[in-house]
C-alpha cells in the first residue's frame, strides 16, 4: 500500500481506524471540543485508563485502547495552547504530531486520524498549523515502517479548506 495523507470533513470518533488522536489537555481526564467527544463516544473505561497517566506535558502523548470507539487506539495529546507565537507553541505543535506519530508506528499503526489539534478551543491559527501538521506528517512518513495512510479530520469547512492548501503546498 502507499503511503497517504488524506484530509476529510467529519466526526473522528467515527472512524474505523489503527488509531485516532484526541486533542486532550495536561490532565488527560477530558475536556470539551474533540476531547469530550471521544470521551463519550469510547465510554467511562477511558476515563479509568487515562486516570493512571496522571497527567501527560505538552507535546508529548499517551495510548489507550479505543474502548467503544471503532478505533483500535486512541493517541491522546495536549497540543500547545496560542499565546500569542512567541512561546514555543510552532515547536511544541510539531512535538504534539511527532510524539503521536512515533507511539502509532511504535504499536504498528498502519492508519491514523488525526483532529486539527490546538485550532479550537487552545486557538492556534489554523492555516498555519495545518502547515505545521501536513509537513510533520509528510516527513514522519517518509522514514515510517508501520504507518502508511494519515487522514486528517477536519469537523468544518474552513478547518477541512486550510489543510486541503496545506496539502498543495
Ligand atoms: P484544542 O483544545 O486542541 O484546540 P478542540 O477540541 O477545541 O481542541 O478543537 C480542535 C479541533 O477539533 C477543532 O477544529 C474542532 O472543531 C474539532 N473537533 C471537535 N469535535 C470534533 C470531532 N468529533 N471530530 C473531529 N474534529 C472535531
Request: hydrophobic letters at 40%; aromatic letters at 8%.
Amino acid at each position: 500500500m502507499a503511503k497517504s495523507i488524506q484530509v476529510e470533513q467529519g466526526d473522528i470518533t467515527t472512524y474505523q481506524v489503527d488509531a485516532i488522536v484526541n486533542a486532550a489537555n495536561t490532565t488527560l481526564m477530558g475536556g470539551g471540543g474533540v476531547d469530550g467527544a471521544i470521551h463519550r463516544a469510547a465510554g467511562p473505561a477511558l476515563y479509568a485508563a487515562c486516570e493512571q497517566f496522571h497527567g501527560c506535558p505538552t507535546g508529548e502523548a499517551r495510548i489507550t485502547p479505543g474502548f467503544k470507539l471503532p478505533a483500535k487506539y486512541i493517541i491522546h495529546t495536549p497540543g500547545p495552547i496560542w499565546r500569542g507565537g512567541q512561546n514555543g507553541e510552532p515547536e511544541l505543535l510539531v512535538a504534539s504530531y511527532c510524539n503521536s506519530l512515533k507511539l502509532a508506528e511504535h504499536y504498528h499503526c498502519r492508519t491514523v486520524a488525526f483532529p486539527s489539534i490546538s485550532t479550537g478551543v487552545y486557538a492556534f491559527p489554523v492555516e498555519r498549523a495545518a502547515q505545521i501538521a501536513i509537513k510533520t506528517i509528510r516527513e514522519f512518513l517518509a522514514n515510517s515502517h508501520w504507518v502508511q495512510q494519515v487522514i486528517m479530520v477536519a469537523f468544518d469547512p474552513a478547518t477541512k479548506a486550510a489543510y486541503q492548501k496545506a496539502l498543495l503546498t
